[in-house]
C-alpha cells in the first residue's frame, strides 16, 4: 500500500542547479528511504535515515527527517545529466514491508 | 557478486501461456520480494519470503503463484494472466540485520511482461 505522497511530481532542472523533492508519511517509521530509478529499470538504493535521525549526508545527496511533521527532503546538489530519473521515498514501518511514494520525477537539462 | 538478476528482459505471453521469471542472488540476503509496478506509478509488493518461507502475499490472485527453491533463488510462476498484468516485475532482496529484521532493498533490472 502506498503511503509516502510525494512533491513535486516532476521537477525540470538545469545542469548544476539543485533539486529538492518532498515526502509525506501517514503513520509511525523505523526508518525512510530514497531510490532512485531510470526509465524502465530497477530502483537504486541511495540513502536511509532513521526515526531519530534528523539530518544524513551521502555525497551529493542530502535528506531530512522530520518525525513531527511525518516528512522528509531529499536534496540533490550541484545535478548532472546522470541524475535525470524518478525518485521514491519509501517508509519502513515494519520488518519487510517498504510502502513506497507517489515518486517524483526529475529532468536535467544540459 | 552485488547484484539481483533477472531473466528474462522481456516477456510476451497469451492468456493461456504459462511462463516463469527467475530471479537470482549470491549476496547471502536472506529475504526475497516481488513487485509489480505499472507505469509512472511505484512499486506494489506482491510477495516477501524470509528464509526461504512465504511471509507475505499481498492478496495476489492465485495466478501468480511464487517459488523459493533455495536462498539464492526466487522464481514466480505465470499462469492465466490477464492483459491487465502486464507490468515490470521486480524482484529484490535484502540482508539480514540483528533480530532478523531487513531493512535496504536491491532490486534487480525487472522483467517487462506483456500479456496479449
Known amino acids: 500500500s502506498q503511503q509516502g505522497e510525494e512533491d513535486p511530481q516532476a521537477l525540470s532542472i538545469q545542469e548544476g542547479e539543485n533539486a529538492t523533492m518532498n515526502c509525506s508519511y501517514k503513520t509511525s517509521i523505523n526508518n525512510l528511504q530514497w531510490y532512485r530509478q531510470n526509465s524502465g529499470r530497477g530502483l537504486v538504493h541511495l540513502i536511509l535515515i532513521r526515526s531519530n535521525e534528523r539530518e544524513k549526508h551521502s555525497g551529493r545527496l542530502r535528506v531530512t527527517l522530520d518525525t513531527s511533521k511525518k516528512s522528509s527532503s531529499l536534496l540533490i546538489t550541484a545535478s548532472r545529466a546522470a541524475d535525470t530519473a524518478s525518485y521514491f521515498c519509501?517508509?519502513?514501518?515494519?520488518?519487510?514491508?517498504?510502502?513506497f511514494g507517489a515518486g517524483t520525477t526529475v529532468t536535467v537539462r544540459a | 557478486d552485488t547484484e539481483v538478476t533477472q531473466t528474462p528482459k522481456h516477456l510476451v505471453m497469451g492468456m493461456t501461456n504459462k511462463k516463469s521469471l527467475k530471479c537470482e542472488q549470491h549476496?547471502?540476503?536472506?529475504?526475497m520480494y516481488w513487485y509489480k509496478q505499472k507505469a509512472k506509478k511505484p512499486p506494489e509488493l506482491m510477495f516477501v519470503?524470509?528464509?526461504?518461507?512465504?511471509?507475505i502475499n499481498e492478496s495476489v490472485p492465485s495466478r501468480f503463484s511464487p517459488e523459493c527453491p533455495n536462498s539464492s533463488l526466487l522464481n514466480l510462476h505465470l499462469h492465466a494472466l490477464q492483459p491487465e498484468d502486464s507490468a515490470l516485475y521486480l524482484c529484490?532482496?535484502?540482508?539480514?540485520?540483528?533480530?532478523?529484521?531487513?531493512?535496504?532493498?536491491?532490486f534487480g533490472p525487472g522483467t517487462r511482461l506483456l500479456v496479449l
Open positions: 519470503y524470509s528464509y526461504e518461507k512465504l511471509s
Open positions: 519509501a517508509t519502513d514501518a515494519n520488518d519487510y514491508k517498504l510502502s
Open positions: 549476496m547471502g540476503h536472506r529475504a
Open positions: 529484490a532482496s535484502s540482508p539480514p540485520l540483528g533480530g532478523g529484521a531487513h531493512e535496504t532493498q536491491y
